[in-house]
């Protein structure tokens, strides 16, 4: 009897055994389909850049209307976040997941096979809509599917393949395109894509809304169609004014009338949310003060990250003299340790409160930046190397664990909804950084009636350009000693509901 009980045991424990292996593996497919969506994303906005210029040449264009091939796809993407997180709460993440990539595969097929610049444009929106999907739900598959103890680690990698899809877009794109063509930097999207899907088709749970779980709860209203209008208005019109700012002039009838309208319908926009029982945006997510400043920091974050990656290369053309290909050889320093160290850095917070991460790489990062902003008139590149290995260090321990921290914070029925939040939160982060440090460069460089960062940068001399770069740079650590704040009222500060 014993041997028998003994043997049932072995074999319990082998079936076990695999059973975990198996669990394990099916966690590790999910991480990849999730991280490859953010990796093609952020691949798809970084390398088309780099084949601008060719296209211009091939439609017989000028580089204005080449700037919406980007501008297009960034604009919708930003725009329909929120809505795409509802949806994935509503009818699935599954399913929005999937349906990412299958119109982000058709409209990839649809560029490469344009013949002029306005069917390239509408196919770009519609690449746009599929990455929208992607991004809306990518963290909120990892939040809702993985065990808790494992998501920092499942945002290292997602921050990971994020980091390198930015860092190889160039020179993916110029190899693609001086070796083939520009179309063929669409094209390859379809295969993998292809792939992606039957991927994600395999290895993702299906998932239902909460609300169908829930016999007792209240039916809710029909889909907040309402809100989606007024929050894809609402930002159109924002970003629209903050991009044309410098163009039009920022006290121009045109700017002032878009950033008035973004605030008016961004104001009814918070009200009708408030009154509609099933709103596109709950707005009790903001109840909770952790979660609130965790967002804070994260757009103040962005702000440093979007505006150094603006100025940067400037700063090593105009002031150390380096050419495109070196300055963009040396920029990959902070790319590497990046992308080595965020699975690191994600499992650190899966051991380690977030918070405190996230509060002390703010720390380091704004001495980086504030150190930097007084050496930038040492010859050499010594401390451009330091500051980039300093900047690399500090921002890697906040991104992966702050990924984590924001998402632990949401409902599980909102998971969605959080993500999408999430990631609009990133990205006017990062058109607003752009926007307010050129012009604080601006106005530092050439005094109140400065021409745009991007226009003036064209012919600047040595001089103007430091004062430009020091105030730029100050301005930079202020927006990291804020992200500071926020990280450490949102590690001491419950909320009403946390």
């Known amino acids: 009897m014993a041997e028998k009980a003994c043997g049932k045991a072995r074999k319990d424990y082998k079936r076990l055994a695999l059973m975990d292996q198996s669990r394990r593996y099916a966690y590790l497919l999910i991480v990849i389909s999730v991280a490859f969506s953010s990796f093609l994303v952020r691949l798809n906005s970084y390398m088309v850049n780099i084949s601008l210029p060719?296209?211009?040449r091939s439609f017989g264009v000028t580089s204005s209307e080449a700037s919406q091939i980007v501008s297009s796809y960034l604009l919708i993407i930003t725009t329909t976040l929120l809505l795409f997180g509802k949806l994935g709460d509503r009818i699935g993440l599954k399913r929005?997941?999937?349906?990412?990539?299958i119109i982000f595969t058709v409209g990839s097929l649809m560029c490469g096979w344009s013949h002029d610049i306005t069917m390239l444009i509408g196919s770009r929106f519609v690449q746009g809509i599929g990455s929208s999907m992607l991004l809306a739900v990518s963290f909120a598959i990892i939040s809702h599917f993985l065990p808790a103890g494992?998501?920092?680690?499942?945002?290292?990698i997602t921050s990971t393949a994020s980091a390198l899809g930015v860092a190889t877009g160039a020179p993916i794109g110029g190899i693609v395109t001086g070796y083939l063509s520009w179309n063929w930097a669409f094209f390859i999207n379809v295969p993998v894509g292809i792939i992606a899907i039957f991927v994600a088709m395999?290895?993702?749970?299906?998932?239902?809304?909460?609300?169908?779980?829930?016999?007792?709860k209240e039916p809710a209203q029909g889909f907040d169609f309402l809100g989606a209008v007024l929050s894809f208005a609402g930002l159109g019109l924002l970003l629209y004014g903050v991009n044309r700012g410098d163009t039009y002039g920022w006290l121009s009838p045109a700017i002032i009338g878009?950033?008035?309208?973004?605030?008016l319908l961004i104001v009814l926009f918070v009200f009708w949310e408030k009154r509609h029982r099933n709103p596109l945006l709950d707005m009790s997510l903001f109840l909770n003060l952790r979660y609130t400043f965790a967002l804070i920091a994260t757009f103040l974050a962005y702000m440093l990250i979007s505006g150094n990656a603006f100025l940067m290369p400037f700063y090593l053309e105009v002031i150390?003299?380096?050419?495109?290909?070196?300055?963009?050889?040396?920029?990959l320093v902070y790319s590497i340790i990046?992308?080595?160290?965020?699975?690191v850095a994600g499992r650190l917070s899966d051991r380690v409160s977030p918070a405190l991460l996230c509060s002390i790489a703010m720390v380091s990062g704004t001495l980086c930046v504030f150190v930097f902003s007084f050496t930038l008139r040492q010859t050499g590149l010594t401390s451009v190397i330091v500051y980039l290995v300093w900047l690399a260090l500090s921002f890697v321990l906040f991104f992966s664990p702050n990924n984590n921290q924001v998402m632990n914070y949401a409902p599980p029925d909102k998971k969605g909804v959080s993500s999408g939040?999430?990631?609009?939160?990133?990205?006017?982060?990062m058109v607003f950084g752009v926007t307010v440090i050129e012009t604080v460069f601006a106005a530092a460089a050439y005094g109140p009636a400065a021409p745009s960062a991007k226009a003036s940068l064209k012919s600047l001399s040595a001089g103007p350009a430091l004062n430009g770069f020091h105030h730029a740079y100050l301005a930079g650590a202020l927006c990291c000693l804020l992200a500071l704040v926020f990280s450490l009222a949102g590690k001491y500060k419950k909320g009403a509901k946390g």
């Open 54 to 56: 060719t296209i211009t």
């Open 96 to 101: 929005i997941f999937i349906g990412g990539y």
């Open 150 to 156: 494992n998501t920092g680690w499942a945002f290292g």
């Open 202 to 216: 395999r290895y993702i749970p299906d998932s239902v809304a909460t609300r169908d779980k829930d016999p007792g």
């Open 258 to 263: 878009c950033l008035t309208g973004a605030f």
């Open 320 to 331: 150390k003299g380096l050419n495109a290909q070196t300055a963009g050889l040396l920029l």
């Open 338 to 343: 990046y992308v080595v160290l965020s699975p």
């Open 421 to 429: 939040l999430f990631n609009t939160t990133s990205n006017l982060g």
